[in-house]
T-cell receptor
Framework: DAGITQSPRHKVTETGTPVTLRCHQT?????MYWYRQDPGHGLRLIHY???????DKGEVSDGYSVSRSKTEDFLLTLESATSSQTSVYFC??????????FGDGTRLSIL | TQLLEQSPQFLSIQEGENLTVYCNSS?????LQWYRQEPGEGPVLLVT???GGEVKKLKRLTFQFGDARKDSSLHITAAQPGDTGLYLC????????????WGLGTSLAVNP
């Protein structure tokens, strides 16, 4: 299995609180991605990174920010969580510019 | 907006049966990927097809990319319970490979 770890795996929090999800890889891949998966919508790209400190927005980036200070770590932050951000979040990595390996996801519930 | 439509949405079959699932679009893609996702896990990449008419085989799974690169199919021969899962297709266009266009998936259940 590709070395990609997401933490936490589950989280329940309240509306308005900040939340940070972490993705850690041991593959030294250049590209890292954050997706959310919701029924009826499938997988949607939130943000991606193509190198340390190099990030760009995906199709559903509003309300989310990311940071990548090291090759191996890609953080996703919800500055002020809303109920609409309840979802399953997946991190993915890729040597090229397409995601090849996905983490096992973080199930986030915002009450 | 490019869309990928997958059919059927749900499929329940008996072990040993054959099946085909489809991934269709009105747009042309430069490549198309198939993934399988099991409950509580992330998608796992099965195959990437890039050439119109291309056929790739992965054990009992056969993947085909349409001649016009607008559609793809996945055929499973002699399905087994271990094939159970959500099958997702995702396509990339020539201009923006980082942003895959995803289908909603076919949920397959293979009953022993």
């Amino acid at each position: 299995d590709a070395g990609i770890t997401q933490s936490p795996r589950h989280k329940v929090t309240e509306t308005g609180t900040p939340v940070t999800l972490r993705c850690h890889q041991t593959e030294n891949h250049r590209y890292m991605y954050w997706y959310r998966q919701d029924p009826g919508h499938g997988l949607r790209l939130i943000h991606y990174s193509y190198g340390v400190k190099d990030t760009d927005k995906g199709e559903v980036s509003d309300g989310y920010s990311v940071s990548r200070s090291k090759t191996e770590d890609f953080l996703l932050t919800l500055e002020s969580a809303t109920s609409s951000q309840t979802s399953v979040y997946f991190c993915a990595i890729g040597a090229g510019d397409q995601p090849q390996h996905f983490g096992d996801g973080t199930r986030l519930s915002i009450l | 907006t490019q869309l990928l439509e997958q059919s059927p949405q749900f499929l329940s079959i008996q072990e040993g049966e054959n099946l085909t699932v489809y991934c269709n679009s009105s747009s042309v893609f430069s490549s198309l990927q198939w993934y399988r996702q099991e409950p509580g896990e992330g998608p796992v990449l099965l195959v990437t097809v890039v050439t119109g008419g291309e056929v790739k085989k992965l054990k009992r799974l056969t993947f085909q990319f349409g001649d016009a690169r607008k559609d793809s199919s996945l055929h499973i021969t002699a399905a087994q319970p271990g094939d159970t899962g959500l099958y997702l297709c995702a396509g990339t266009n020539a201009g923006n490979n980082r942003k895959l266009i995803w289908g909603l998936g076919t949920s397959l259940a293979v009953n022993p």
